[in-house]
């Protein structure tokens, strides 16, 4: 049971990245799946969240409106999620996390039980 996040890169404000977490393991399929975010020195917070069927999805008040998260159930092996991020801004810049867990979408890290390694997403001004 392993996720894996990539994708990040630097960019001006402004620009777009699309990141990508691959999961591998069966459980993944009604597993909701979520991106995180950590700042040097802040907290890690919930940037997106989508349900196992991908018919839910909840962002935070920061990302709305700028922030897509989607999910591909159709492979055959290794579900995909997505996080597409458009008009990124310079406090938009973190190391972006992807992570699963049962049952419902939350907000609280510590509710999920699977994480990826990490990305770093820096916007430059």
């Known amino acids: 049971v392993q996720l894996q996040a990539s994708g990040g890169g630097s960019v001006q404000a402004g620009g777009s990245l699309r990141l990508s977490c691959s999961t591998s393991?069966?459980?993944?399929?009604?597993?909701?799946m979520g991106w995180f975010r950590q700042a040097p020195g802040k907290e890690r917070e919930f940037v997106a969240g989508i349900s196992w069927s991908g018919d839910t999805t909840d962002y935070a008040d920061s990302v709305k409106g700028r922030f897509t998260i989607s999910r591909d159930n159709a492979r055959n092996t290794g579900k995909m999620v997505y996080l597409q991020m458009n008009s990124l801004r310079p406090e938009d810049t973190a190391v972006y996390y992807c992570?699963?867990?049962?049952?419902?979408?939350?907000?609280?890290?510590?509710?999920?039980?699977?994480w990826g390694q990490g990305t770093l997403v820096t916007v430059s001004s």
């Open positions: 992570a699963a867990k049962s049952g419902a979408i939350v907000h609280f890290y510590e509710s999920y039980t699977y």
């Open positions: 393991g069966s459980t993944f399929d009604f597993y909701a």
